[in-house]
């Protein structure tokens, strides 16, 4: 018994009936196991960049936009900058 990606994603769908089992691992097309295993490798890959981006995100230039973000006090020339720019967006 081969059971096709449809019947498979819609198996939960139909309710309970008399003498309706589940299909196993066994019952799975080629198809159904190719699609498997190139969601598993999406999601591990997905899930190792998140993991490596979070632990090391690799910006070490100086001017890098997070340096601006994070840091505590805007240099002078920053803050009258951003005084002028909004200053004028009120008038």
Request: proline fraction near 4%.
């Amino acid at each position: 018994m081969t059971v096709s990606l449809g019947e498979v994603l819609l198996a939960g769908a139909s309710g309970a009936e008399a003498g309706h089992s589940h299909p196993t691992w066994a019952d799975f097309t080629p198809t159904i196991w190719i699609v498997l295993v190139l969601v598993s490798i999406a999601t591990g890959w997905t899930i190792w960049k998140a993991v490596m981006y979070t632990v090391r995100p690799g910006e070490q230039e100086t001017d890098h936009i997070k340096r601006l973000i994070l840091s505590d006090a805007l240099p002078a020339h920053e803050v009258r900058a951003a005084a002028t720019v909004t200053e004028e967006t009120h008038d």
